[in-house]
């Protein structure tokens, strides 16, 4: 007998085994029972999450010898042939390669002809979106009235580019990705029946790594036992699949919660070494932010990370290590190293940098210490706060009350008259020179202040105003930085540093207009003095 792939050996044949979609299950049966059924259907979704298959198992439900019923036999010549694929009765259409006037306008004559042996004549037609509109207009008459024996089910992944008066006639049906614990909860059924010996771990990393289509799943776990001489593992699911496990993502983290730079990228060589891309490697490492993020504001709720309870544990507990102010931050300069990494032609440069800037320095004013040296200052700083006398509490608040005064009397409070007296209109290019020395002394005051600057250029001086210039497409560094407060901290970093009293103006410039030399940016040449590194364009 020849072999039958997963996906098609456990596709789905009665409204029971659809997973993932109960509220349009109940949705049909409620409608057979209750013989509420519309002349025509329209079901949308992702891809692999049983829009197909459902439209075959409403069409058993209605031919079935027992129907219209909302468990099909099975048994029946017209189950038999819908299950085959060679039933006269229900006609499966391509909508990509049917897609003209001339086609459709067949179907309309083959409407009107009554069915052979079931009870209704069904037409599903796959990825409808891509009939033409004059298809569709050709349609739409018969849509609306079409025989009583006629049952129209349109099935598309992109329910936008379908016209607005044929899905008016429609009921439409919206299926959703299917969540990761459902599809594991299915392929260890799958694995189970096929007596495959496979981790876990691996069925883990396979639902993930599907985005929500079960079909995708059922592929990728039939590939892997294919692949493995014996029992699959997390190790064959890398080989094969590229994938970045779990694991790999919480250590990582861990060297940045560690402020440990070199450790961040010592891992990251041995990731790239091991094969991985690294951009997938970026996108699994930004998702793995939103998931802590998640976790943290949730306390791990499976429901809004969508992973296995002992996932999202782990998630939780190394939430507790970050601030959230942290997390959106890293979250932040991940994001922008994507930006980075297309104006580069590189994606491990800009990495490598982001990695040693989240390891570096911690944000928000924390200083710049190795873990267990800050924690233990922390702890010696709370314990010694029982025993200060009240004269120093006093200090104390008062230096705390000056670091926390408000972003408008930031430059009259800081600068003494005489001081500003002194200060003279500096030129641009000594603007430049200390430019790193500003983004990187914001970064110990506020960490998202310092990242978006580390994105614009210094461009021009007029009088007492620097602009600073960033790509079009950075319009939310731009608005951030525009913040009053931000705005104020900004202008006073750079008035001490350049001894002048400086304004700020931020603009959106054309990407041809923004382009100069790499080396001349402080953060990236920050970056190539420390490790002794050059930039090589690739391609």
Request: charged letters at 25%; one cysteine or more; a neutral charge.
């Amino acid at each position: 007998m020849a072999y039958t792939v997963f996906a098609l050996k456990w596709r789905p044949q009665d409204f029971e085994s659809i997973v993932g979609q109960d509220h349009i299950v109940g949705t049909l049966k409620n409608a057979i029972q209750k013989s509420r059924l519309a002349n025509a259907y329209l079901f949308t979704g992702p891809r692999g999450v049983g829009k197909t298959s459902t439209a075959r198992i409403l069409a058993k439900a209605l031919n079935c010898k027992e129907g219209p019923t909302v468990t099909p036999c099975q048994k029946c010549s017209s189950c038999l042939g819908i299950n085959q694929g060679n039933s006269l009765d229900v006609i499966e259409i391509d909508g990509a390669s049917n897609r003209g006037i001339d086609e459709i306008r067949a179907l309309r004559e083959n409407v009107k002809f009554s069915p052979t042996q079931g009870k209704y004549k069904i037409y599903i037609i796959d990825e409808v979106h891509q009939i033409t509109p004059d298809g569709f207009n050709a349609l739409l008459k018969t849509l609306e009235e079409p025989p009583e024996f006629v049952k129209f089910i349109f099935a598309t992944t992109h329910p936008q580019k379908v016209m607005p008066t044929i899905i008016s006639r429609c009921q439409r049906m919206d299926f959703r990705r299917i969540p990761v614990i459902e599809i594991i909860s299915q392929l260890e059924k799958i694995i189970l029946q096929e007596k495959a010996a496979v981790d876990k771990d691996v069925l883990f990393a396979v639902a993930k790594s599907s985005d929500g289509s079960l079909r995708d799943a059922e592929s990728i776990l039939d590939q892997l036992v294919s692949f493995s001489k014996g029992s699959v593992s997390i190790k064959d699911a890398i080989a094969v699949l590229g994938m970045v496990e779990q694991d790999v993502l919480f250590a990582l983290t861990d060297t940045i919660i560690q402020k440990d730079p070199q450790g961040a990228l010592e891992f990251f060589n041995e990731i790239i070494d091991d094969g991985k891309d690294p951009g997938v490697f970026l996108t699994n490492f930004i998702e793995h932010f939103r998931n802590l993020m998640v976790a943290k504001v949730s306390k791990a709720d499976t429901k809004l990370v969508d992973l296995p309870q002992e996932v999202c544990d782990r998630l939780f507990k190394q939430s507790q290590a970050l601030s959230l102010e942290e997390i959106f931050t890293a979250f932040n300069i991940l994001v922008s190293t994507q930006e980075m990494a297309k104006r580069l032609d590189s994606q491990r440069i800009p990495l490598e940098i982001s990695l040693v800037r989240l390891a570096y320095s911690r944000p928000e004013g924390h200083a710049c210490l190795p873990a267990k040296q800050g924690l233990a200052s922390a702890s010696q700083s709370h314990k010694s706060d029982k025993h200060i006398s009240s004269g120093e509490k006093a200090r104390k608040h008062s230096v705390e009350n000056e670091l926390a005064v408000k972003p408008e009397e930031i430059v009259k409070k800081d600068v003494p008259a005489q001081v500003s007296q002194e200060k003279e209109i500096v030129s641009l290019e000594q603007v430049k020179s200390v430019w790193n020395n500003i983004v990187n002394n914001l970064a110990g005051i506020k960490m998202s202040v310092s990242t978006y600057l580390s994105e614009g250029e210094p461009t021009k001086i007029q009088g007492d105003i620097l602009t600073v210039a960033f790509p079009k497409n950075y319009t939310l560094h731009k608005e951030s930085l525009e913040k009053k407060e931000n705005k104020a901290m900004i202008e006073k970093a750079a008035s001490e540093l350049c001894n002048a009293q400086l304004r700020l103006n931020f603009i959106l410039v054309d990407q041809a207009r923004y382009e100069h030399d790499v080396h001349n940016n402080p953060f990236i040449k920050s970056a190539l003095d420390m490790f002794g590194g050059r930039v090589v364009r690739e391609g």
